[in-house]
């Protein structure tokens, strides 16, 4: 047999060099992907700015009616839905110098929705928080307040300001457009603010009871820490008509009564709000 001789072969120097230069050219590329990668942490972006809150100071949103007489002091109020009474009762009680606010609420489908003066305004509404949206050029959308159901819608009136709050069935973006772009107001020559409506949304009448509440055109007086005061045009006001919460979710004593077609609801310290029921008297006027 004939024999094999083993020789042993070793790769050429110029192929060892030529795989260095392809192995050296593949590693530089990814050794500039590796290096060129930041490996910090990245910032947050920056918040985005709010609207400064501290611009709305609270401010008394209410009107303060010239009062004639001395002992005996008289005002003449207009009512939300424009309707005008005479209010007479005894100087001390000081029912002007306590402020006057409107009271109203709207029928939109088979919900209605309470428009409510704010006692301190724009204040009391921007403390659930930044404004939302603009619904329209007098209306804005703002968040539920602590311990509040709904969303508000903010309405601008001249100097006035009214909330309605978005409950206890939320509106449809749809619907919140149609309730911004159908309640009107209108200032009166002596300050009062009245409300008009166009369809589908309805102002509900004088003694329109809904929910176990009054919930037509009322006038408010005084609140915050002082005594509060409610005055309803009532039809056939009985001691058995309903009683805004307005007046009986509030501390302290409240007491009723029914001056004629009126029915006068007050509530605070006992020998104040049994003495304005007793006392107050109450006259309509034509419009």
């Known amino acids: 047999m004939a024999g ?10 110029r192929r060892w060099i030529a795989g260095a230069v392809v192995a050296l050219a593949v590693a530089i590329p ?31 949103n209410m009107v303060h009616p010239e009062e004639t007489g001395e002992e005996v002091r008289t005002i003449r109020v207009v009512f939300p839905d424009g309707s005008r009474a005479r209010i007479s009762y ?19 489908g088979t919900a209605f929705r309470e428009l409510i003066a704010p006692y301190q305004g724009d204040a009391e509404v921007v403390a659930g928080g930044p404004m939302i949206r603009r619904l329209t050029p007098e209306v804005t959308l703002w968040p539920r307040q602590v ?72 006038l408010w007086i005084g609140g915050g820490i002082g005594p509060l005061l409610v005055i309803s045009p009532m039809p056939g006001c009985d001691p058995g008509s309903r009683v805004s919460p307005a007046v009986t979710r509030r501390s302290g004593a409240f007491a009723v009564a029914c001056k004629g077609d009126y029915q006068v609801a007050a509530s605070g310290r006992r020998d104040y709000v049994q003495r304005a029921v007793d006392v107050i008297r109450i006259r309509p006027e034509s419009r």
């Open 4 to 13: 094999f001789d083993v020789i042993e072969q070793r790769p050429s120097r």
């Open 30 to 60: 990814v050794a500039g992907v590796l290096f060129s990668r930041d490996t910090r942490t990245p910032e947050p972006p920056s918040p985005t700015p709010l609207p400064e809150l501290s611009t709305f100071r609270p401010a008394a």
């Open 90 to 108: 005894p100087a001390d009680l000081g029912l002007a110098e306590l402020g006057v606010r409107p009271y109203a609420s709207v029928l939109m």
């Open 147 to 218: 311990g509040g159901g709904g969303q508000i819608l903010l309405y601008g009136f001249d100097d006035w300001r009214i909330a309605v709050r978005d409950q206890p069935m939320p509106l449809t973006f749809e619907e919140r457009l149609v309730l911004a772009e159908s309640v009107h107001g209108e200032v009166t020559p002596e300050g009062f603010l009245t409300f008009r409506t166009d369809p589908p949304v309805k102002l509900l009448e004088p003694g329109r009871v809904m929910a176990g509440q009054p919930v037509g055109p009322q």
